[in-house]
């Protein structure tokens, strides 16, 4: 009887702790799932980069909204190879930030020595390449959109651009219809499909990524045919660097353009020739060369501008990202402004700028001379608004950029300066209306290197390998003699 | 908690006293100094985040070993039923027992303090990383010191002790690994487990609250299964 008793005890109290231990237990649980479903995160990172910009995170809400499966497919870095620590580390650990954030987006990092055939049914033949796929449509990108290098021995830099990269393909996969840039040739303007530094071959394929089209817009070929006009399906026109007038009537077949609200991007160079058009939208482009004290080392001819306020240079300016320009013609707006025109400046130099009119950079140097050159801060690059009350559009509202530089624009510096890319990019984004696609295209990571020879690597060897744990060794040692003499 | 306070004293005093401190903190420093050492070499960036990753999962097998001792032997020498009657709570007991390990781990890291000073002076590491990537690994160490002192409760063989131990937590590293081999759905139900995935944020300078939670969640689960353990001896 007694016997029952105390097993009748034993099994109320176990049971009673069984239960209250699954209770806890499962109320932990319970809690996890709250405290998952309402994260918070801190990145302290020094770049700031370990988590998604707020671009890309609405990027991929917007591909979880349309409920398509997108797949992103990234190919390990040659084993051995320089880098391929970093390269690989960094694609992981964006994969994995796609995964957090998206419940569609599917990642895959995969092993290009190991998976072969996962990269023959793709097409794949490079290491490090990203295959980002949704539905039937594909980007590819390869290790040069991906990482960024720049500098030379020990200042060499390697900078990882694959969020902006991944993005932009994003970008591409999303959008269903292509728009068309036309780019006016002719006149011994820049070449599209050009592959020299004055070519702008670079730019069609930042376009493509973009799902922009650049195409080419000859008057004078259509002039045969039929009446010559800007096509309907022109999203915007480029008009860079004409060697040579535009004859009159083009330049009214781009102010009909202008009048249905449509964009035209300016690209002029010190004493070029200068659109007609221009002075009708009340751009001026002074005589003489943009030049400032503050400059890219060791170019005397390349200023370091600087981002006024606008859409298209708010990101570049937050995060401090360089437009590099070389050989600037200085850009103004009227002053006042025309009627019905809404002028901004894009680039500017700083107070120490001015416009060189000496030809002292002939020589080598480049130094203010009251005299003859015209006193900074100076524009490099304005962004034009026209509304119907300017008389000059029908309806809506057509928009415009002009340059000071064409550079900016073509094979030669598009990849160059860190901001090169996203300000052409950005204007390209505005000029067609995309503003909810404005952003850095990069915000880059950069692999912090070890000065370290190997000499100083035998210290290090000898410093965490002997002296650390012969420590402990001895410590130990004294206490036990110690201890053994009581 | 002035217990808690003496409790942990006297574990501190037993685990200095003997040889067994100096061996896990001179084989922890080698092992450590070894990978950090291999990071180096192999990426040549100032980062520990190769040493960090491996010292992690140094700790699945270490830190059992650290704690096994607590009950087991306790009970193998009959002190723990002198324990329990004396007038300290149970929760002080588990509680200062957890404490001093935690602390011995935390004197180990101290050890490693000294691969930032050399990145620091022949480079230009991230201290946002460096810190939150050391958080991680106290974090570890604190839900891995729980789960030891558990599996110490369950037994009085120190040896089956810490192989209980180490059983116990290798599933928690495992279901990262083995996530990919598994069906999606089972997959996203194994992952919230993995002490890998939580631990993967810490050592990219991310904070966040899941992550902690989850730490905190596992060390307080482990700790309370102790007092369980340990009070069932009074019903028994």
């Known amino acids: ?486 | 908690m002035r217990d808690v306070w003496t409790l942990w004293k006297k574990e501190l005093r037993i685990y200095f006293v003997s040889p067994l401190a100096y061996v896990f903190l001179s084989a922890f420093l080698f092992l450590a100094g070894l990978f950090f050492y291999l990071g180096v070499t192999l990426t040549g960036e100032a980062s520990l985040r190769v040493l960090l990753g491996n010292l992690a999962i140094t700790q699945l097998f270490v830190l059992p070993m650290l704690t096994m001792r607590h009950f087991a032997e306790e009970r193998r020498q009959g002190t723990l039923e002198l324990l329990m009657t004396a007038p300290v709570s149970l929760g002080a007991i588990v509680v200062g027992k957890w404490l001093a390990s935690l602390t011995l781990c935390l004197l180990m890291f101290l050890g490693t303090l000294v691969f930032p000073a050399v990145l620091a002076y022949y480079g230009d590491p991230d201290w946002g990383v460096m810190f939150t990537s050391y958080l991680g690994l106290v974090c570890v160490a604190s839900a891995f010191c729980a789960a030891g002192l558990f599996a110490s409760s369950l037994t009085d063989d120190q040896v089956a002790a810490g192989l209980i131990g180490i059983v116990l937590l290798l599933p928690f590293w495992l279901v990262g690994r083995a996530e990919a081999l598994l069906p999606e759905e089972w997959a996203d139900v194994v992952r919230p487990l993995s002490v890998l995935v939580h631990l993967d944020s810490f050592n990219r300078g991310v904070l966040d609250s899941a992550d902690l939670f989850y730490f905190l969640a596992f060390t307080g689960v482990f700790l309370f299964l102790t007092f369980r353990s340990v009070e069932s001896r009074r019903w028994r």
Request: glycine share 8%.
């Open chain 1, 1 to 486: 009887m007694a016997m029952n008793r105390t097993l009748q005890r034993r099994l109320a109290v176990g049971s009673n702790a069984t239960i209250v231990t699954f209770l806890v237990v499962a109320a932990v649980v319970v809690v996890y799932l709250l405290v998952d479903r309402f994260r918070v995160r801190v990145d302290l990172s020094a770049d700031q980069g370990s988590v998604l910009a707020a671009d890309t995170v609405n990027k991929l809400g917007l591909l979880d909204r349309d409920a398509v499966a997108v797949t992103v497919t990234a190919f390990s870095a040659q084993r051995g190879k320089k880098e391929s620590y970093f390269k690989d580390r960094q694609l992981q650990d964006l994969l994995e930030e796609m995964d957090y954030n998206s419940a569609l987006v599917e990642t895959r990092f995969v092993d290009f020595d190991k998976e072969r055939l996962t990269a023959e049914k793709l097409g794949v033949t490079d290491y490090g390449t990203v295959v980002v796929q949704r539905a039937e449509r594909r980007v590819d990108l390869q290790d040069r959109d991906l990482f960024r290098r720049s500098g030379k021995g020990d200042d060499r830099k390697i900078e990882f651009l694959g969020e902006a990269a991944i993005n932009r393909a994003f970008s591409q996969l999303m959008s269903d219809t292509r728009r068309v840039v036309y780019a006016l040739v002719g006149h011994g303007e820049l070449d599209p499909d050009g592959r020299d530094p004055d070519g702008m071959a670079d730019l069609a394929a930042a376009l493509d990524q973009e799902n922009y089209e650049l195409k080419k817009l000859d008057f004078v070929r259509d002039r045969e045919e039929s009446a010559p006009r800007v096509p309907d399906d022109a999203a915007a026109v480029v008009v860079a660097r004409p060697r040579v007038a535009i004859p009159v009537l083009e330049e009214d077949l781009l102010l009909a353009y202008l009048a249905t609200g449509g964009s035209i991007l300016y690209a002029v160079e010190p004493g070029g020739y200068v659109p007609s058009l221009l002075g009708r939208l009340g751009v001026v482009v002074p005589e003489g060369i943009v030049l400032d004290k503050l400059l890219v080392f060791p170019y005397p001819d390349r200023p370091v501008p600087r981002y006024k306020a606008h859409p298209i240079t708010k990101d570049l300016s937050d995060q401090q990202l360089v437009t590099v320009v070389s050989r600037a013609a200085p850009v103004q707006a009227a002053v006042p402004p025309k009627e019905g025109i809404r002028a901004s400046t894009l680039l500017e130099t700083s107070r120490d700028g001015w416009i060189e009119r000496g030809g002292a950079l002939e020589g080598g140097s480049a130094k203010y001379e009251p005299d003859i050159d015209g006193a900074g801060p100076t524009a490099m690059a304005i962004a034009l608004e026209l509304g119907t009350d300017s008389g000059l559009v029908k309806r809506g509202r057509a928009r415009v950029v002009v340059l000071g530089d064409t550079d900016v624009i073509t094979n030669g510096l598009l990849s160059e300066g860190p901001g090169n890319a996203s300000f052409a990019i950005n204007t390209f984004r505005w000029l067609l209306g995309d503003e909810g696609r404005l952003s850095v295209v990069g915000r880059p990571s950069t692999v912090r290197r070890l000065a370290l020879s190997s000499e100083d690597l035998g210290k290090v060897r000898w410093l965490v390998l002997s002296i650390g744990p012969m420590l402990a060794v001895l410590l130990g040692a004294a206490v036990w003699s110690s201890r053994r003499g009581r």
